[in-house]
């Protein structure tokens, strides 16, 4: 598998499983808990990292179904704001937006990848990425984010994005494959049989990102709202990590890193 670099952190290949932590600055955000004001990003992002976070994901819209629409300007001044509050702390950071402007705004700080869920669709956005040499961490997306319905749309969808890198000279780059009710095309059983599949997408060659924190398609087998959905996170994302899952996106750091070391014992020969 190709390894993709990030701030000197490998991701992928024989490097252990990295701990990817969300910080959200958008108060739209499905699950309440995980909103955090500006004035307490700093302090938030330092914790997660000294919990054992590898590296933080800073976006400030939801991308949740349903969500409250948000302008490219607040979504711009919000991250502005929060990028402001990390800067000087050494932390390896992803900027997760899909506006080619909000990211000249990220631009302007440093950051260390973008975090893309509509997989590079918009050429403005590929462009200013290739421009500034950053890795990406990529959902499979033909027209706008997580439109693929099932594995095997999934699996076209992913072979585009990986087309659209190698178009624009990219070739350090994560994919994700999109777990989440993204369009009113999606449905639970679609997501399960994602994971249950994941293993297939290792075909790319590419580490694999799973952002599955907390979502509502493990809602819908524990019956639980996203604050008490932690137990059912924690046992796909040790499927997930079976199946080859490279990084781990998550709102809980140190119970997610606890899962990867109770992994990477079972997988002890």
């Given at each position: 598998m190709r390894q993709c670099v990030v701030n000197k952190l490998l991701i992928g290949g024989e490097a252990p499983p990295r701990v990817m932590g969300v910080i959200n600055c958008s108060p739209e955000s499905f699950y309440n808990d995980s909103f955090i004001p500006t004035?307490?990003?700093?302090?938030?992002?330092?914790?997660?990292?000294?919990?054992?976070?590898?590296?933080?994901?800073?976006?400030?819209?939801?991308?949740?179904?349903?969500?409250?629409?948000?302008?490219?300007?607040?979504?711009?001044?919000?991250?502005?704001?929060?990028?402001?509050?990390?800067?000087?702390?050494?932390?390896?950071?992803?900027?997760d937006t899909m506006n080619p402007w909000v990211l000249d705004v990220c631009l302007k700080h440093e950051i260390h990848a973008v975090n893309d869920i509509s997989g590079f669709s918009s050429q403005a956005y590929v462009r200013r990425v290739a421009e500034a040499g950053l890795p990406a961490f990529l959902m499979a997306s033909n027209y706008q984010p997580g439109d693929a319905a099932g594995v095997e749309e999934t699996e076209q969808a992913l072979s585009a994005v990986v087309s659209r890198c190698r178009e624009a000279g990219i070739d350090n780059f994560v994919l994700d494959p999109a777990i989440g009710l993204w369009t009113p095309f999606r449905s639970f059983d679609d997501n399960w049989d994602l994971c249950r599949n994941f293993d297939r997408f290792k075909t790319f060659d590419r580490p694999l990102l799973a952002a599955i924190s907390r979502k509502s398609f493990i809602g819908s087998v524990v019956n639980r709202e996203p604050e008490e959905r932690l137990a059912g996170s924690l046992a796909v994302t040790f499927e997930l990590l079976r199946k080859g899952a490279s990084i781990v996106r998550t709102h809980d750091v140190p119970q997610t890193l606890d899962t990867i070391r109770v992994f990477r014992r079972m997988e002890m020969r």
């Open positions: 004035n307490e990003i700093h302090k938030k992002a330092v914790e997660m990292t000294e919990q054992g976070a590898d590296m933080i994901d800073v976006g400030a819209r939801s991308t949740a179904p349903n969500a409250q629409a948000i302008s490219g300007t607040t979504e711009g001044e919000r991250i502005d704001a929060a990028l402001k509050e990390l800067e000087g702390t050494g932390i390896t950071i992803s900027v």
